[in-house]
């Protein structure tokens, strides 16, 4: 009775079995992950600047419509699902630097809402 070769050796099954190298981990992916990061932050530090302003009590007449609260959750609420959306897909870059512009602007508008109040 002859005998057979294996139809894989045991070097080609390691390699085969063997996790493949990363693709696309030069320095666009990561910029890509401190873009990420620089966003959440945004988001985070706008969160803090909109609570001080709605909880000011000078800003209690701008606040006391529910008009502009709901209006100004709305933008927040829909920036940040498009960017973290846009974010999650591989094409969404360009989506994802958009919202980040309007959350600036935003912040910039309540940081000088909040320097105007103290002032």
Do not use: N
Not at 21 to 29: H, K, Q
Not at 38 to 65: H, N
Not at 67 to 82: H, I, K, P, T
């Amino acid at each position: 009775m002859p005998r057979t070769q294996p139809l894989i050796t045991p070097e080609e099954l390691q390699c085969l079995l063997g996790s493949a190298p990363a693709r696309g981990a030069g320095w666009g992916a990561r910029l890509w992950q401190h873009v990420l990061h620089v966003g959440a932050a945004l988001w985070l530090v706008k969160g803090i600047f909109l609570y001080g302003v709605l909880m000011s009590p000078e800003t209690a007449s701008l606040v006391g419509s529910s008009r502009y609260f709901w209006l100004r959750g709305s933008l927040e609420l829909v920036c940040l699902s498009a960017f973290w959306g846009a974010a999650l897909h591989p094409r969404g870059r360009s989506v994802a630097f958009a919202s980040m512009l309007v959350a600036s602007t935003t912040l910039l508008m309540d940081a000088m809402t909040l320097l105007a109040l103290a002032g």
